[in-house]
């Protein structure tokens, strides 16, 4: 059985593992894609060396089938579409006690902090498991995980129908979230400086702002009579962000944190009570996203075949991170299949 | 009639100044005690020369009677007790049409932005009038506004029943927020390093950790089991405080921030995405809080007599705002009834 195993900064290759048949409460599931996230090029960099040891297998954006199901496992059997939720919770944290599992203080994220889905067959815990429609094609599938991301952000931010927003950073991430808040009725604007991105939210039928050489307070003054937006969303990770954000902010607005900002940043704290500004930190999803999140993959509401910049086979893993990393593209998947070598090379 | 007068930073004067007689829809009353706020003390100092210039009447914490109704006033009469929401907004701009007045864009506070209460009688708009009990006394009923100002806090932080609630500093507004927190039912301690503040939060029954020496983020993970508290309130104005109050939030926690921070501060953007925090801007009072203040405080629930440090007659202003600057005291107030002079002399 193949993986994509990481070595160390810089370095990843396909190796062939041994089998890990599914125990008491476990399927395992073929992957069939697999998508790369910002979090699995940080590892790649190195960046999360504390975290994720070499002859890690990582990954956690994936739709695959199950090929065999475990003792004491009811419900699954061989051929099930699904996708995985790659959040296992301690259950007995105060995060925990308080329902907010995906937050757990001990929280093991599949694919980080345990064996991820860049391989051949991966095996999960049953509980953890999302069932797909069987006709939704599994490359779309892929996008179910950083949907929910979105869906979780766009919930813990409040946005009503008609409610002005702005996304600032048109990224994967910020692309779905502004695609989620158009859906629940929200006029949506992003702010980006990549020309590459600009151009296809532009084409999702965003008003897109250059935040390199175009003014976004400006346009928000205008678009909103200088009121403000009742909603933005930090997902650049960029310190500047921060500040275009708060700014844009309407009285009472509310700014979701969905980017990581691993170093302090300056923050403009007397705008927060001067407009009696609201700050929500965001992370991850609970089931319910992730549900919600299959309905709209399912759905056909988000525009996959935009998002979608590249299918790599499993033995061009490495290319796929390199493509990643070298811009330009929105989001890369890797065909984990069996057979994708020849596909990928046909 | 006389008033204090600021002429300059440091310099605070009783002067004769013509009497201001109501026009219509007006009220003029007799102040009978103004307290005396942080924000008063930057105008004395200088600090917000920008927006107060010499020849200002500050002040905007009283208590009073009614002395004159002008035209086209109903419902109030010589004699009435009183004391004044010091806010006028322009009922317009997208805050004001929003539903949130005491955020306007263009909001005019009555003792900074216009003549305020350190004065024998203050001519104000009649729908800034807020009814006090007959039989209240006027020193106590001082404390209505700041009250209010903690009513606002603690409903805007969401403080439910039976959570654990960290006030990060013990001055005026800190100690309200703190005691209208526990009339809610919240499980309140407080971090402050002023010994004479943690004496007298002490004498009123809180838990206090002297934030100098002692290490409040050792306390809260003691008391709270390593959860974390549910809402902590910012009412120091110090970096450190901000840290103080992020580092104690549980998993979902709620930061009010209450103090002014008039540079940016280093944030830990971090938590707030990591722990799903919330950050909320807390500023002023709706008409609703200062109605159910003035129920506290007419209901005997604000400890007045532990808040009131001292009060010193209108001619003395000079030395309330020294005591102030000086510390040691908590509450100053200022007696600014015609025939205070002997009284305070006597």
């Known amino acids: 059985m193949r993986a994509a195993t990481y070595l160390g900064a810089g370095r990843i290759v396909v190796t062939e593992l041994g089998d890990d048949p599914p125990g008491a409460g476990q399927v395992q599931i073929e992957p069939a894609y697999t998508g ?20 890690a297998v990582i990954g956690h954006e994936t739709a695959g089938r199950v090929v065999a199901v475990g003792p004491e496992v009811t419900g699954w059997r061989p051929g099930d579409a699904v996708t995985v939720m790659p959040l296992r919770a301690c259950g007995h944290c105060p995060a925990c006690v308080a329902g907010h599992g995906h937050v757990c203080h001990r929280l093991v994220f599949l694919g980080i902090d345990a064996p991820g889905a860049l391989q051949e067959r991966w095996t999960v815990p049953a509980g953890l498991l999302v069932r797909l429609p069987d006709e939704l094609p599994l490359d779309v599938a892929a996008l179910v995980e950083p949907t929910a991301v979105a869906v979780h952000d766009v919930f813990r931010a409040g946005v009503a129908p008609g409610d002005r927003v702005l996304v600032v950073g048109g990224g994967p991430i910020g692309l779905l979230i502004a695609v989620v808040a158009r859906i629940v009725g929200a006029d949506v604007r992003i702010t980006e400086p990549d020309p590459y991105r600009v151009e296809l939210a532009r084409n999702l039928g965003f008003a897109v702002v250059r935040a390199d050489h175009d003014d976004p307070a400006a346009m928000v003054e205008a678009w909103t009579g200088g009121a403000g937006v009742a909603v933005a969303f930090e997902a650049s990770g960029a310190a500047a962000g921060i500040a275009t954000a708060i700014e844009a902010l309407a009285v009472r607005g509310r700014l979701c944190l969905v980017a990581i900002h691993a170093t302090p940043r300056e923050v403009n704290l007397h705008r927060f009570f001067w407009r009696e500004l609201t700050l929500v930190g965001a992370r991850l999803y609970a089931r319910a996203d992730f549900e919600r999140a299959v309905e709209l993959v399912a759905g056909g509401m988000i525009p996959a075949g935009a998002l979608v910049s590249a299918i790599e086979p499993l033995q061009r893993v ?15 998947l890797v065909d ?5 070598a020849a596909a990928g090379d046909a």
Request: glycine share 16%.
């Open 36 to 55: 790369i996230c910002g979090t699995d090029l940080h590892i790649f960099h190195g960046d999360m060396d504390g975290r994720v040891a070499p002859g």
């Open 318 to 332: 490495r290319r796929a991170f390199d493509m990643l990393a070298a811009g330009g593209v929105m989001k890369v």
């Open 336 to 340: 984990c299949r069996h057979d994708a």
